[in-house]
């Protein structure tokens, strides 16, 4: 009996050790694989926030740059402004000096002037005022209109995005990775083929997929005015997608007329200018076209989830 007792608890001195507790090394390895782990999420994010950095920091160095460009253009501006301003006051003292000219006696230390002399003044009082010149007339303040500097200004932006977008393409080899940031606006219509009293609004999509955004609804087929914009992004080599649509229709993808806007037409400088409209046949209607502006904002380089 006491050998099996024996027996016993060396079985059971065997089955317990196989249920003995960790050892030290194992608690030692778990605590280290979690620090790696800490260690490794730590770096993400510290990663993480080194891409934020760079993409505010790349904003605010655009920011500054469309900035000095609007300060340059406000600059030229008023120099022409300045220039135009010298101008016209020089031009009633040169009248006041040919006018005393004109008043002087017709005699000279009592001889009288010759008579040669007296049609040649005649004719220096009729001749014509001249017209401005074309420097004089855009340098005039009276003419320069907030829609001129409005552009002025535009122009000077758009620039500095090109130069943008062209140094962002520098850096990729692979296109298809590049990301455009664009500012759509439907301006208006003319000659929509609806159907009479039949109300409708203008659908943008990115190539051939559902309207992501709609205009407010008309009803004016001969003229219709919306002036309505949507910021969008798209791939290198994507065209938009204008779709003239039933105001009660549900389908994203449903058309009375469309117009399509290719890629190379719009980038990298914008676009503004008619589109033609096509039926649902595919058949231009005379007439019939969709004016719409696209102003490009900016480029970036998609990561590989995108």
Same mark, same amino acid.
């Given at each position: 009996?006491?050998?099996?007792?024996?027996?016993?608890?060396?079985?059971?001195?065997?089955?317990?050790?196989?249920?003995?507790?960790?050892?030290?090394?194992?608690?030692?390895?778990? %605590?280290?694989?979690?620090?790696?782990?800490?260690?490794? *999420?730590?770096?993400?994010?510290?990663?993480?926030?080194?891409? +934020? +950095?760079?993409?505010?920091?790349?904003?605010?160095?655009?920011?500054?740059?469309?900035?000095?460009?609007?300060?340059?253009?406000?600059?030229?501006?008023?120099?022409?402004?300045?220039?135009?301003?010298?101008?016209?006051?020089?031009?009633?003292?040169?009248?006041?000096?040919?006018?005393?000219?004109?008043?002087?006696?017709?005699?000279?230390?009592?001889?009288?002037?010759?008579?040669?002399?007296?049609?040649?003044?005649?004719?220096?009082? $009729?001749?014509?005022?001249?017209?401005?010149?074309?420097?004089?007339?855009?340098?005039?303040?009276?003419?320069?209109?907030?829609?001129?500097?409005?552009?002025?200004?535009?122009?000077?932006?758009?620039? %500095?995005?090109?130069?943008?977008?062209?140094?962002?393409?520098?850096?990729?080899?692979?296109?298809?990775?590049?990301?455009?940031?664009?500012?759509?606006?439907?301006?208006?219509?003319?000659?929509?083929?609806?159907?009479?009293?039949? !109300?409708?609004?203008?659908?943008?999509?990115?190539? #051939?997929?559902?309207? $992501?955004?709609?205009?407010?609804?008309?009803?004016?087929?001969?003229?219709?005015?919306?002036? !309505?914009?949507?910021?969008?992004?798209?791939?290198?080599?994507? /065209?938009?997608?204008?779709?003239? !649509? #039933?105001?009660?229709?549900?389908?994203?993808?449903?058309?009375?007329?469309?117009?399509?806007?290719?890629? #190379?037409?719009?980038?990298?400088?914008? /676009?503004? #200018?008619?589109?033609?409209?096509?039926?649902?046949?595919?058949?231009?209607?005379?007439?019939?076209?969709?004016? *719409?502006?696209?102003?490009?904002?900016?480029?970036? *380089?998609?990561?590989?989830?995108?």
């Amino acid at each position: 009996m006491g050998a099996n007792c024996a027996s016993n608890g060396q079985a059971c001195a065997q089955g317990g050790s196989q249920q003995s507790p960790r050892t030290p090394k194992g608690e030692e390895d778990d %605590v280290s694989r979690l620090t790696m782990w800490e260690q490794d *999420v730590e770096a993400v994010k510290e990663e993480a926030a080194k891409r +934020q +950095q760079r993409r505010e920091q790349e904003a605010a160095a655009r920011q500054a740059r469309i900035e000095a460009a609007e300060m340059a253009a406000e600059e030229g501006r008023r120099g022409k402004e300045v220039s135009g301003a010298a101008k016209t006051k020089t031009k009633p003292e040169k009248a006041g000096k040919e006018g005393k000219t004109k008043e002087a006696p017709a005699s000279k230390n009592g001889v009288p002037v010759a008579e040669a002399e007296m049609p040649k003044a005649e004719e220096r009082t $009729k001749e014509p005022a001249q017209e401005p010149t074309a420097s004089e007339t855009l340098a005039s303040p009276t003419l320069a209109s907030p829609t001129l500097l409005d552009s002025a200004k535009a122009q000077a932006v758009d620039g %500095v995005v090109q130069k943008e977008i062209e140094e962002v393409r520098k850096t990729v080899a692979d296109m298809s990775l590049l990301r455009y940031l664009l500012e759509v606006k439907i301006v208006s219509a003319k000659n929509v083929p609806a159907e009479e009293k039949q !109300q409708f609004a203008v659908g943008l999509a990115r190539c #051939d997929n559902a309207v $992501k955004f709609r205009t407010k609804t008309a009803a004016t087929r001969e003229k219709a005015v919306w002036n !309505q914009a949507s910021k969008l992004q798209i791939a290198h080599g994507d /065209f938009l997608t204008f779709r003239v !649509q #039933d105001k009660d229709s549900e389908d994203p993808m449903a058309f009375i007329a469309r117009a399509n806007l290719d890629f #190379d037409r719009m980038l990298p400088a914008g /676009f503004e #200018d008619e589109l033609e409209l096509e039926d649902t046949r595919g058949n231009k209607a005379a007439g019939s076209v969709l004016k *719409v502006r696209v102003r490009v904002h900016g480029a970036r *380089v998609a990561t590989g989830q995108e």
